[in-house]
């Protein structure tokens, strides 16, 4: 996997992202975990979950504890 910094932040995030967007209410919470879960084994470090983050996993507004590094 490639990384590249996200702006002049100093993060380092993979070049490729994992679009959760359009997830909205399908899948449900265990394939959408699942399908995370790949992303992150396969070195991916950066999802865009938008304004969809609600719908994924209702009454967050952060990403969920275990995707996070």
Same mark, same amino acid.
């Given at each position: 996997m490639?990384?590249?910094h996200l702006g002049r932040s100093g993060l380092s995030v993979?070049?490729?992202y994992l679009g959760a967007t359009n997830f909205g209410p399908q899948p449900d919470d $265990?394939?959408?975990h699942s399908i995370?879960?790949?992303?992150q084994e396969a070195g991916i470090s950066f999802f865009n979950?938008?304004?969809r983050?609600?719908?994924?996993s $209702?009454?967050?507004k952060t990403a969920p504890k275990d995707y996070t590094w």
């Open positions: 490639q990384y590249t993979s070049r490729l $265990p394939t959408a995370m879960d790949f992303a979950m938008a304004n983050l609600d719908e994924i $209702p009454g967050h």
